[in-house]
């Protein structure tokens, strides 16, 4: 009977497992889905004689390029620039701001255009191996070549530690940078299965 159970639990954990995943993705993508077309739709229905599904999300996305596009120029910069330094002086809307900007650029992967590449370092001890991201190279005055690298914290990777390293103490972990950061925000679960750590390293 328990083997019964067990067998019954183990197959509804399952169909929840793969239940959950779709079920959130429907839902995000209603809820961005309403969100635009409601954005929109509030002046498109004084303009026109009835309201059309989806014409307020395509508005909207139109309005989102071209602040993109305003953004992205030397004039666009700077009005963000101080409309961002007045935010810094508003002590909630500060913290507000700066969690969505991080959470908005990890997932559109701005931050991750930064990076050159992914390594693996021997941090915060030898024998403990830590994934990061390589940001620039230097010399010192002997011409030893240096890795500047950022090692991110799980399962936010907008914060972290900045390390300079011999380039001689790191290893390519020969994964893409979007692999990398796929594998620090779910904590490990997505991380490659094959590293090129070995025993000896």
Do not use: C
């Amino acid at each position: 009977m328990a083997s019964i159970l067990k067998n019954i639990r183990g197959k509804i954990m399952a169909g929840f497992a793969t239940l959950v995943p779709i079920a959130a993705t429907v839902w995000i993508i209603k809820v961005l889905f309403n969100f635009f077309d409601g954005f929109a739709s509030p002046f498109l229905d004084k303009i026109l004689p009835f309201h059309i599904p989806g014409l307020g999300l395509i508005v909207s996305l139109g309005f989102v390029f071209i602040l993109g596009v305003v953004v992205t120029n030397f004039l666009g910069r700077k009005l963000v620039y101080w409309g961002e330094r007045i935010l810094e002086k508003i002590p909630v809307a500060s913290t507000i701001y700066n969690t969505a900007k991080q959470i908005t650029q990890a997932i559109g992967g701005s931050s991750s255009r930064a990076f050159q590449k992914t390594v693996y370092i021997q941090y915060p001890r030898k024998g403990l191996w830590t994934m990061a991201f390589v940001t620039g190279e230097s010399k010192d005055k002997d011409g030893k070549d240096y890795f500047h690298l950022f090692v991110p914290t799980t399962p936010n990777p907008t914060s972290g530690v900045l390390i300079i390293l011999q380039k001689q103490d790191a290893i390519d972990a020969n994964i893409s940078v979007e692999q990398g950061l796929k594998a620090i925000i779910s904590g490990g679960m997505l991380a490659p299965t094959k590293t090129e750590i070995s025993a000896t390293d």
